[in-house]
């Protein structure tokens, strides 16, 4: 299928003088722009475009390796060449991933298996985006860095038409000293070892960790040209926060010091400044012949939350660091335009895609008072699916003064259940009760639907960001620049 033909891309010729392979497929609801750095490579540049009028664009990187060139189980392989696809992105381009562990369709899952990994663009907004010259330079960026990073693993890692080696006794008694270590069974460990070069894989499952040993010259080469970007660096109370000419990420201090940790005890170093990247899940720590990767949420949400505490405790640095904007919020609230204030806020985030208003005020809403369509990843077959769906979440709204308890949200399941939906989402004007928050996050974590929830302070987040939404209701809220 021709891509010129049937698609417009203005990044189509760059990538081919970069050297990508182009072709195009049909999808569910669309076509899919395939972008591969070589014949049978494992890293593939996906753009899927879906919509009536094909204007829904949704970026993201493929990572699987086929049995014909590899053998054994390649867990190992996937989690190595992701993470050297998304070292490079943010080391030299200062782009961020988030990446996503894809079961096997054709058997129940293997705890600790990676039978494929997505990379996505949350915080560079590709994710439903539509096509424009701000991000087409954004894609033409990502090109650039993946094909640098396949380089990377041919040319550094020579990873090609590589052989699993049988762990040897040395290997199994390194296990278990790790294992002791860290006071965990070594049973919930993954060990694989492959030759020409020399490198292994160890994960441990129970901490959401994995080492990568690897030879000393690979380790410097990443050090020296690829983890080139420059950061700020502010302290937290729980969380390290990072800085980066686009974004704000954080990790956790108890997370880093288990990363440290480990590569003392590999490495047997102490009191060496430890370089280390993030991403949106997690961060790489590195030594000298090791790196580690650790799941952690190093975006938006802990990087705010940790934000949020340094206002409140340190605010002598509010002035510098932070826009000095305060709120004041009416007494009562209409109802009906709280509702309207939720509708516009929830237009302006980027997983959103449509927004419709259901009741009027206190008309009889059943439980909703709009619905939302979202997408959420999805690893069910990606060969003709995107890894995004669309899903209905049912909206409710409560202006309350008070804070908002159990009792006043009920039914949950069978509301989502009447109306065909698959998620449910809170916005309140005050906060919630302890007993109604432990309920919605038991939910939540069951993941049968797609549960959230926004309180004032979530609300006030996003009006910072869109102060002009404030001005339009300012019978329920006002503001002061200080």
């Given amino acids: 299928m021709n891509v010129d033909n049937e698609i417009s891309l203005t990044y189509k010729d760059y990538a081919e003088s970069l050297g990508y392979i182009i072709s195009m497929k049909n999808i569910e609801g669309g076509k899919r722009v395939l972008f591969d750095t070589s014949p049978n490579s494992p890293i593939g540049v996906r753009l899927d475009i879906t919509g009536e009028d094909l204007n829904n664009h949704f970026l993201w990187i493929y990572i699987r390796t086929s049995s014909w060139n590899f053998n054994g189980e390649r867990s190992d392989l996937h989690e190595l060449i992701s993470s050297i696809v998304a070292i490079t992105l943010k080391g030299l381009k200062d782009i961020t ?67 699993k080696k049988n762990n040897s006794s040395n290997d199994e008694n390194l296990l278990s000293k790790l294992a002791t270590f860290l006071g965990e069974d070594s049973e919930s460990f993954h060990l694989s070892r492959r030759r020409e070069p020399e490198w292994s894989w160890c994960k441990s499952i129970n901490l959401g960790m994995s080492i990568f040993s690897l030879n000393k010259k690979v380790i410097n080469f990443l050090k020296s040209e ?115 204030l939720t509708r516009d806020l929830l237009i302006e985030e980027d997983d959103v895609s449509r927004v419709r208003l259901i009741s009027t005020g206190n008309d009889s809403d059943g439980g909703r008072d709009l619905e939302i369509e979202i997408y959420v990843f999805n690893q069910n077959n990606l060969q003709i699916f995107s890894p995004y769906r669309k899903i209905k979440v049912l909206v409710q709204c409560k202006a309350y003064k008070k804070s908002v308890n159990k009792g006043n949200v009920t039914d949950i399941r069978d509301t989502i259940e009447n109306y065909n939906a698959q998620g449910y989402f809170l916005v309140v004007s005050s906060s919630l009760t302890s007993p109604l928050h432990d309920h919605l996050s038991s939910m939540r974590e069951k993941g049968v639907y797609w549960i959230d929830w926004w309180t004032r302070k979530e609300i006030e987040d996003r009006l910072t960001d869109n102060l002009s939404i404030a001005k339009k209701y300012q019978d329920i809220v006002t503001y002061s620049l200080n």
């Fill in 97 to 163: 991933v988030s990446m996503l562990d894809v079961d096997n369709p054709s058997i129940e899952h293997i705890e600790g298996e990676v039978y494929a990994r997505v990379l996505t663009f949350e915080r560079d907004k590709l994710i439903n985006f539509n096509s424009d010259q701000e991000s087409d330079k954004k894609i033409a960026n990502i090109l650039h860095g993946v094909i640098f990073a396949a380089y990377i693993l041919d040319v550094e890692l020579d990873y090609i038409l590589q052989n």
């Fill in 226 to 340: 690829v983890l080139l970007q420059k950061y700020d660096v502010i302290k937290g109370i729980n969380r390290e926060i990072v800085k980066s000419k686009k974004y704000y990420n954080s990790i956790s201090y108890s997370r880093f010091e288990l990363g440290t940790d480990v590569l003392k005890y590999l490495e047997g170093r102490s009191n060496e400044k430890v370089t280390y990247i993030v991403l949106e899940n997690g961060f790489f720590v590195f030594g000298e012949r090791h790196f580690i990767f650790l799941e952690d949420e190093c975006g938006n949400n802990s990087t705010n939350t940790e934000l949020d505490e340094l206002k409140s405790n340190f605010n002598n640095l509010r002035s510098s660091l932070f826009p000095n904007i305060q709120f004041y919020w009416e007494d009562k609230i209409d109802g009906g335009r709280f509702e309207e």
